[in-house]
């Protein structure tokens, strides 16, 4: 019998990043680092599995019309990679087919990795009859090789790796720290370039230790983690967006002096970066924020968020603006991609 099952996961803007690895096979990161799971920017998965031997399928939506169509290698490959960790774990013989989508923009640092591998933990666990706990779903998300799915689990305000879980160190899983009802906030992600990015994330966590400043960015980091908690725990906008913004500002110095050096920024980045200060000159709370890619994402409040969208719009840099915010985390869907 053929069994099928899709889920929804969303993308997460990291508050402290994931940046440099102790493992980067299997993703087990040099520091803690806290996201706010997104609600519109998200990723679908279908995963159907078939008896017996046979070659796993990847497919993606077509160009043309949307309709699925043989996903490109170097896609394909760390899918395929993921999908048999999990049959073996799982301990069954069966083949998949995949087939997956996003909401938004892949590959420009809108954390598409985070949001896809999450998805396709969740639907390949349920196709396969497992049923982790929380803690083994973060885990096996993680085991992809992308991190930050391992924090795409979970909805809310996330913690990787929790410090709760102290005994596990760096191997532990994500752990909610507040859900998405604690406090809304809202995330207008500026879009000046979706063009793919020239240099992954996965080598960006590579080449992250030979910057001359990484040292002292683990030195300050888990100071940064406490604060950024403390910032969410009592919902203070003016505490968290400085940490924010000085956390985004030290994760692309140490991208910029590696060797060889990554530029994730392009000139819309920077101008963005401006419009922010600016607005915030006017009294509009606002502050950036940037993974692995030149799109900005402007955290704000719900009040303030129409303003903070429209001015973003305006600028000439900005291409469009998507408007997002606080999510509840992943979902299972009744409606199937194949
Ligand atoms: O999960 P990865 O390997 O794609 O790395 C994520 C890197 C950043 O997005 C820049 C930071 C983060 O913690 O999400």
Not at 105 to 129: I, Y
Not at 186 to 203: G, L, N, Q, Y
Not at 303 to 324: F, G, K
Request: aromatic share 6%.
């Amino acid at each position: 019998m053929t069994e099928k099952a899709t889920a929804v996961a969303p993308s997460n803007i990291a508050f402290v990043k994931y940046w440099g690895a102790r493992d980067l096979e299997a993703a087990v990161p040099m520091n803690r680092s806290v996201s706010m799971t997104l609600r519109h920017c998200v990723s679908w998965c279908t995963v159907e599995a078939r008896p017996g031997p046979g070659d796993d399928e990847v497919f993606v939506p077509g160009a043309e019309d949307g309709e699925p169509t043989p996903a490109p290698d170097d896609f394909a490959e760390p899918v395929l990679r993921h999908l048999a960790r999990l049959r073996r774990r799982a301990g069954r013989r069966v083949a998949f087919r995949v087939a997956t989508r996003n909401s938004f923009p892949s590959a420009v640092g809108l954390a598409s990795s985070a949001s896809g591998f999450a998805a396709l933990t969740l639907a390949t666990v349920r196709v396969l009859g497992m049923d982790p706990d929380p803690d083994e779903l973060s885990r096996l998300a993680r085991s992809s090789g992308s991190g930050s799915a391992a924090r795409s689990v979970l909805g809310g305000y996330v913690e990787w790796p929790s410090s709760r879980a102290e005994a596990e160190g760096m191997e532990a899983p994500a752990r909610q720290i507040a859900g998405a009802d604690h406090w809304d906030l809202r995330d207008v992600i500026a879009i000046v370039s979706t063009a793919p990015k020239e240099v992954s994330s996965r080598e960006g966590h590579r080449r992250a230790t030979t910057s001359p400043h990484y040292e002292r960015r683990l030195e300050c980091v888990s100071r940064r983690v406490d604060g950024i908690r403390a910032a969410i725990g009592e919902r203070d906008l003016e505490r968290l967006g400085p940490l924010l913004e000085e956390e985004a500002v030290e994760m692309h110095l140490v991208a910029m002096s590696s060797r060889p050096p990554i530029f994730y920024w392009s000139p819309g980045t920077v101008a963005v970066m401006d419009a922010v200060r600016s607005m915030r000159d006017q009294g509009i709370p606002a502050y950036f924020t940037m993974d692995a890619g030149p799109n900005v994402h402007v955290l704000s409040t719900a009040e303030a968020e129409p303003e903070v969208a429209e001015r973003l719009d305006r600028l000439d840099a900005v291409q469009r603006v998507i408007r997002d915010g606080v999510g509840s985390g992943p979902r299972m869907e009744t409606e199937h991609l194949l």
